[in-house]
Structures are given as C-alpha cells and as structure tokens.
C-alpha cells in the first residue's frame, strides 16, 4: 500500500509537553476517545437505530523513572501523581517535511503510581495510566 508523501511518523517525530515543559523521557503514550453505543430495537428482529451515550477519555503517558520525579517537582509536590492537580497533555507529530498534527488532551488525571525495576534494567520505566475530560484531535 503506498502512502501519499512516501513517508510515515516515527517515534523521533513527537514531542510531548506535560505542565508546560516538554518531556524528555518519554517512552510512549497512546490515548483514546470512545463513546457508547448500542443498537435500538422496536418491533422485529432488526435495530432501528443506535443510541449514542457517554464519552470517554483515557490513555497511558510511559516515562522514565527521572521524568516522573520531575513532573512531581514541576506540579511543586512530592506527592505521587495520582494527587496531582489535573493537568493538560500536548502531542505534536512534527514530520520532517510536513505540516504537524497537534493533539491536546485535557484535564489529565493520572489513576496509578507504578513503581519498581528487575534485575538488570538498564533504566526504570513507569507507565502512568490515565483519565481526561476531552481529546482534541488536529487543533
């Protein structure tokens, strides 16, 4: 399948900024909208139609040990993240030689605090589940 510039994302596309700061050591994140939906049915075997019901929002921000302490000390806690206020998620896929595609995600609140390594890591990497108000795609 060809693709229309000959070229796709790559991981060293995207920049993403959490409380104002961009975050060096992220390791991954992926998020999603999704919204409930089921078939209305009257009379026969067949749906008349789908109903459309609540929205919602999550993903998981995956950091680096050294970038998770900083996000605490940029929000001036030592608290774990899961008390952080909530707080807004910038993603930017920003093509070498394109126009870039911005994601905002608002009202981040993170659900879970993992922590922990096994021997023989090289670096410790936490991935921060999460809830958020709304997703904006293409801003």
């Known amino acids: 399948m060809a693709t229309i510039n000959g070229k796709q994302y790559e ?3 995207i920049d993403t900024v959490v409380m104002g700061r961009p975050v060096i050591g992220l390791r991954g ?9 089921e078939p209305l049915y009257g009379r026969g075997y067949k749906a008349i139609g789908i109903q459309k019901g609540n ?5 998981t921000l995956t950091v680096l040990q050294s970038e998770l302490e900083a996000m605490c000390r940029a929000a001036g ?13 910038t ?5 070498e030689d394109g126009t870039p595609i911005v994601d905002l995600i ?3 609140e993170f659900t ?8 023989g ?9 999460f809830v958020a108000l709304d997703i904006e795609y293409n801003v």
């Open 29 to 37: 994140i992926d998020y999603k909208k999704s919204r409930e939906k």
């Open 121 to 129: 890591d090289k670096n410790a990497e936490h991935a921060l589940p």
């Open 106 to 108: 608002r009202g981040v």
């Open 11 to 13: 991981w060293a596309h």
């Open 77 to 89: 806690s030592r608290l774990d993240v899961t008390e952080l206020p909530p707080i807004d998620i």
């Open 112 to 119: 879970e605090t993992p922590k922990g390594m096994k021997q």
């Open 91 to 95: 993603v930017s896929y920003v093509p």
């Open 55 to 59: 929205e919602k929002c999550e993903g």
